[in-house]
């Protein structure tokens, strides 16, 4: 086993806030470790939380105002449960919930807790990252480890600690120990960041911010493991110099939870085109991109992609970086595919006796002539429509708006986005609010929203995720 000791813990609660909320019931499961001999302890308490239990979480957990109107206080709990947890791995699944609850409870009756903690989810994604969902119901049915009270303290921990044998017994106990050694390792903390700053940043989809000495962000991201993400940053061999720089700076971080990739994607694009971070550097140079359209001739006429209209996009190609990024590409284009640079408009004005000799392209044999009359111009349209087919923009597969819907059952979220010809109208959480966005918002296009919602539909298409016409 990774530790001397181990307590496999689960907390029922009347909410998902620490700082609001309460602990309803406390179940732990002690494994000491001597050599190859385990000995195996139980404890479990119902909590008389000191507040009502609202009716969705007692339909949840089974645990009624009544049955613990006459149990103990945390305060009464607190001093065996900490001796009990005292230099042990901490082990729950969605460990920051179940750890930040004992952690806000200890707090409050003046015990300075703190423990090495692994989390069962971060393990079951690293071990087996092709089988998710990663929630305790489906581990119970991937592995067979059914006859546990479910949604009570006692028997959800009882569980954790049956799956982790399960592991040893299926793998080569160098890997999960390597697993474990991954799962547990702490990084280090930037030195003007608090020491525990990162402690309740979850193990969830979502944005997070980094600030320095003032409240104007230096840098934002995104990420499907907001902790892990931000811990990397901060990881002592600093992978790169920007990384290196961000820990120099950084003083504080801020997190939004989000219910997947999908809304972490275009959140944070709409922060970085709002807040501008200066480290965001490659963002922030996409927000002026360009598109452009090909007149009679086969000549570009470039346009911001913010200024195209909307009911006419696919007539455009792109989004590219700048019209210089869209220039270098269509040299590039011209010099595989024998297209004429002078005919397109991309090659140095020239005058006079020039003006009628054959484009440079032409002179190295990399144009078929378009210049010089031996291929004709409809001719060559025709050929630079066909090779740029793949960089025009699509159409719009749909009558109206509609909602993409992501959905995240380990955190009890799901999030509407709404898009309607390309344009990202805002992410709500009800079909009403959907409705009203696709009525009532504006509509601009954006490049980003553009990828992040053809991504998006090419997913529902596949039945990876739902799709909601909205009229």
């Given amino acids: ?15 998902s806030s620490p700082a609001r909320e309460r602990v309803t019931e406390i179940g732990v499961v002690t494994v000491d470790i001597d050599g190859d001999q385990f000995r195996v302890s139980e404890w479990s308490s119902l ?39 005292h230099d042990a791995v901490f082990v729950a699944h969605s460990a920051r919930f179940d750890y930040g609850f004992l952690k806000a409870e200890f707090e409050r009756v003046g015990l300075p807790w703190k423990a090495a903690t692994l989390c069962t989810v971060r393990l079951s994604r690293l071990l087996y990252p092709d089988r998710g969902p990663h929630t305790l119901d489906a581990i119970v049915a991937r592995f067979g480890l059914e006859g546990e009270q479910r949604h009570r303290a006692l028997g959800d921990a009882r569980v954790l600690w049956r ?40 193990n969830a989809p979502g944005v997070y911010l980094f600030f320095g000495a003032n409240a104007h962000p230096i840098y934002i991201g995104k990420s499907v493991d907001l902790r892990t993400r931000v811990a990397n940053h901060f ?29 972490a994607l275009l959140r944070e694009a709409e922060l970085v085109k709002t807040r501008l971070p200066a480290h965001n550097i490659a963002l922030r140079r996409r927000m002026n991109q360009v598109f452009f359209t090909l007149d009679d001739a086969g000549r570009p006429r470039f346009i911001r992609a913010a200024d195209a209209m909307l009911d006419n996009l696919h007539d455009y190609h792109g989004p590219f970086g700048s019209r210089a990024g869209a220039r270098r590409f269509l040299v590039e284009l011209a010099r595989e595919n024998g297209l004429c640079l002078k005919t397109m408009k991309l090659e140095g004005r020239a005058r006079g006796k020039a003006a009628q000799a054959p484009c440079f392209n032409y002179q190295l044999k990399r144009c078929l002539g378009a210049c010089v009359g031996v ?37 009890f979220r799901e999030d509407l ?54 009229g």
Avoid at 442 to 462: G, M, N, S, T, V
Wanted: a negative charge; aromatic letters at 6%; hydrophobic letters at 45%.
């Fill in 163 to 202: 799956w982790l044998q399960v592991l040893y017994e299926r793998h080569p106990r160098r890997e999960i120990d390597a697993a474990i050694e991954r799962v547990l390792a702490r990084p280090s903390t930037p030195p003007a960041l608090p020491p525990h700053a990162l402690d309740e940043i979850p």
């Fill in 375 to 411: 291929e004709s111009v409809p001719s060559h349209r025709a050929r630079a429509a066909d090779l740029l087919a793949a960089r025009r923009i699509a159409p719009w597969p749909h009558a109206g708006a509609i909602a993409i819907v992501e959905a995240n059952a380990e955190r």
């Fill in 417 to 470: 986005h709404v898009f309607d010809r390309w344009c990202w109208l805002g992410t709500v959480k009800s079909l009403d609010a959907a409705h009203d966005l696709a009525r009532g918002a504006p509509r601009e296009f954006e490049a980003d929203a553009y990828r992040i919602a053809r991504d998006a539909l090419a997913r529902a298409a596949a039945g990876r995720l739902q799709l909601v016409p909205l």
């Fill in 1 to 15: 086993m990774f530790a001397p000791r181990v307590c496999f813990v689960d907390v029922e609660t009347t909410g």
């Fill in 47 to 85: 909590v008389n939380p000191g507040v009502p239990i609202p009716s969705e979480i007692q339909w949840l957990t089974g645990i009624t105002n009544e049955m613990v109107r006459d149990a103990p206080r945390f305060p009464d709990l607190a001093e065996p449960l900490f001796d009990r947890l």
């Fill in 235 to 263: 990881a002592n061999d600093h992978a790169s110099g920007a990384d290196l720089r961000l820990s120099q700076e950084v003083q504080r971080v801020e997190w939004e939870e989000t219910a997947g990739e999908i809304g």
